[in-house]
């Protein structure tokens, strides 16, 4: 059984930092593409970047792009999302998932619980 359990979040300030964390267990993590999506508030899902198997091949949403950075420990089976320079447009629950930007997330059904994270002054 896919369990994947993401943490970190929080209430931040715009400019601020954060590092989200995602536990994932029930599959062969490392041999896994996997991705960062997020949900703002009344909208859909949002892929936000995804790294490959090894790590060594990274891509993000031009909404990203520069401030945020992925990646992951296989060995410990976890996935990491550091955001920097955080903006009012990324107030999301933040999800992680197998898959890549081509994904149909609205297809995926282990979803985790999110981490909420709210940047506000």
């Known amino acids: 059984e896919v369990q994947l359990v993401e943490s970190g979040g929080g209430l931040v300030q715009p400019g601020e930092s954060l590092r989200l964390s995602c536990a994932a267990s029930?599959?062969?993590?490392?041999?896994?593409?996997m991705s960062w999506v997020r949900q703002a508030p009344g909208k859909g899902l949002e892929w936000v970047s995804s790294?490959?198997?090894?790590?060594?091949?990274?891509g993000y949403a031009d909404s990203v792009k520069g401030r945020f950075s992925i990646s992951r420990a296989n060995a410990k089976k976890t996935l990491y999302l550091q955001m920097n320079t955080l903006r009012s447009d990324g107030t999301a629950v933040y999800y992680c998932?197998?898959?890549?930007?081509?994904?149909?997330?609205?297809?995926?059904?282990?979803w985790g619980q999110g981490t909420q994270v709210t940047v506000s002054s």
């Open positions: 029930g599959f062969t993590f490392s041999a896994n593409v």
């Open positions: 998932a197998p898959g890549d930007r081509s994904t149909n997330w609205s297809r995926f059904a282990s």
């Open positions: 790294i490959s198997s090894g790590g060594s091949i990274t």
